[in-house]
Structures are given as structure tokens and as C-alpha cells.
């Protein structure tokens, strides 16, 4: 017999500060929850000239806006005061949600509104506290619509509740051999698994020198090249120390000994093919492969990316 979900639906973190550390609890508008599963859309149309209808062009996805229905029974001056600290930064911060804390939200808090009662306490010395019942409401918006992974592989959640969400992140449950760099020499490769809902940018982080294509490869009963970016070799500008390609910004870059971009590029040495990113994988199983080359032993860190989630 199916039973009504409680515990995980009613905490949430935002900024690192737990739900219930504020004197606060989430609540559900009336006997259900309400999720909307994907973001808004807004769509990207012309009239047709002289004539019926629109010319339809895709659609971009907007902000993204989570009203949150919250309760308490005992709040003290001290978290009274604490809300207005916490949720009154003009900062974006994190929030997570119990039932799903595989990913993250980058969210700015808006003013929460609150309806109470207030009561009087006698404490065990003899002094007076005021304590606040009531309920109120607190709005999040996220202007990035997408959450990212808090992590990548299963394993590194000590939540108790992973069970039951494990499924949902599609994430595998450690991160072993199978995904250190492939290869003795140049030529490289990096076994890739996309456990999102998005295809996903990514950052690759390659020594000076023999500086070659960079591909993404499919592998099925054999290995099927799906896209490249071709390059010719080029050697360091300035004091770069690597170089960095970046398919978020479509930019090849050159980076210092902190792996802070120097503001140097290198996109003129593209010869051919283009950008491109991570797929989403149909299953546990799949995973494809980055082939590249570059002077010196790379490291599985060199690579990289999230996993997004609607």
C-alpha cells in the first residue's frame, strides 16, 4: 500500500542553512504538493507578413520561480531575526530540496511573508520569551532554470534517504578505474558518463605542445567519432602555463598556475569541426569516450562538468 511521503518534503537548505535550524518547516498548499517539472518557456515568433498565424523560431527556457508554503510553531526572536538575515542577502546561494539532494538550484531569495501569532513563555528562570506561530510563504528565483550536481557518483552521499532517490539522478555509484585516462601517449582518452537531463558543457584542461583534435567518440561494438574539433599545434602566449577549451564560452583560453583564465585566446589555431558538449546517456551503461592529445600525462581532473537537471 502506497503512503504519504513526509519527512523529506518538508526541509530544504538554502545557502547552507537547514530548514530546520530556522524554526521552520515546508508545508504543502492544502492536502498536495505542487512541482512544475520544467521550466517556463517563452517562444520566439514573427507575424507572418500579410497573412495568418506566426513563423514559430524554437524557444528559450526563463527564469525559473519556487514558492515555498512554510509553517512554525515555536519560532524565537533569535530565528525570527536569523530569517531576516538569511533570507535577506541579495546574493544567490544554494537550494536544496530533501527529497532530491543530488542537485542544486542557484536562487536569489525573495522577501519572505509571514502571518502570525505571538505568545508569551515563561523560562526555567523565571524570564519572559516571545515565541511566534503562524505560516508564511517564501519565493525563490532561480535565473539559471537548470540545477547542477552536488556531486557526481553515488557514493559520495551519506544521505539516508538515497534510496529512493538514486534512481531519479540516474548517477552511477562511484567513479573508478574505468574512468582514469586511457592511453600511454599521446593520444588520450577520457571515459565520459552524463547522467542529466541536459547535454552539458565542459572545460578541458591540456598542456602546450602537441595540441591536436579533440573529439567525442561513441562507443558501441566499435568506436564511432561523433564530433571534433580539429586544431593545429600552438605553444604558450604570455605567461599562460595550459591552455583550457571551454565549450560554454566556445573558447579556447589560456590559463595561469591557478587555472584562472589570463585573458589570452587561442581560437585562431581552429581548423576545423566545432564545439561541442557531453551528451545525455539512455542508461547506466553508456559512457563515450573525449580522445585528445597534449604533451605531458593528463589527469581524469583535467576534465571538467556537471551533471543538469531540469
Do not use: H
Not at 28 to 49: A, C, H, M
Not at 80 to 96: A, H, M, N, Y
Not at 98 to 106: A, S, T
Not at 201 to 206: A, G, Q, Y
Request: aromatic fraction near 14%; hydrophobic fraction near 30%; charged fraction near 25%.
Amino acid at each position: 500500500m502506497a503512503i504519504a511521503l513526509k519527512g523529506d518534503f518538508i526541509s530544504f537548505s538554502f545557502n547552507g542553512y537547514r530548514s530546520e535550524d530556522l524554526g521552520i518547516v515546508r508545508v504543502s498548499d492544502g492536502s498536495r504538493y505542487s512541482e512544475n517539472l520544467i521550466p517556463t518557456s517563452q517562444d520566439k515568433t514573427v507575424q507572418v507578413p500579410g497573412g495568418d498565424g506566426f513563423y514559430y523560431f524554437g524557444s528559450d527556457n526563463t527564469q525559473r520561480t519556487f514558492n515555498i508554503n512554510i509553517a512554525f510553531g515555536e519560532l524565537t526572536e533569535e530565528q525570527f531575526r536569523k530569517l531576516r538575515q538569511v533570507f535577506g542577502t541579495k546574493e544567490l546561494g544554494k537550494l536544496i530540496f530533501d527529497e532530491r539532494p543530488y542537485k542544486y538550484y542557484m536562487v536569489k531569495a525573495g522577501e519572505p511573508q509571514l502571518k502570525y501569532i505571538c505568545f508569551t513563555v515563561k523560562n526555567s528562570d523565571g524570564t519572559n520569551s516571545r515565541i511566534y506561530k503562524g505560516e508564511g510563504t517564501i519565493t525563490f528565483t532561480a535565473y539559471y532554470p537548470y540545477a547542477k550536481s552536488v556531486y557526481k557518483y553515488l557514493d559520495e552521499y551519506s544521505n539516508t534517504n538515497k534510496d529512493e532517490w538514486s534512481a531519479s539522478s540516474r548517477m552511477i555509484a562511484a567513479e573508478d578505474n574505468t574512468f582514469s585516462v586511457e592511453g600511454n601517449s599521446s593520444p588520450y582518452s577520457l571515459r565520459v558518463y552524463n547522467a542529466g537531463d541536459l547535454e552539458a558543457d565542459f572545460i578541458l584542461k591540456l598542456n602546450f605542445g602537441t595540441v591536436g583534435d579533440i573529439s567525442l567518440i561513441k562507443k558501441d561494438s566499435k568506436e564511432n567519432t561523433v564530433a571534433i574539433l580539429q586544431l593545429s599545434s600552438f605553444s604558450a602566449k604570455g605567461s599562460d602555463v595550459r591552455c583550457q577549451i571551454n565549450t560554454k564560452t566556445n573558447l579556447i583560453e589560456g590559463i595561469d598556475s591557478n587555472g584562472k583564465p589570463t585573458g589570452n585566446l587561442y581560437n585562431e589555431y581552429i581548423i576545423g569541426g566545432d564545439f561541442f558538449k557531453i551528451p545525455t546517456m539512455s542508461s547506466s551503461d553508456e559512457f563515450w569516450k573525449i580522445k585528445f592529445s597534449c604533451d605531458g600525462v593528463p589527469s581524469k581532473k583535467d576534465l571538467v562538468y556537471d551533471y543538469i537537471y531540469y
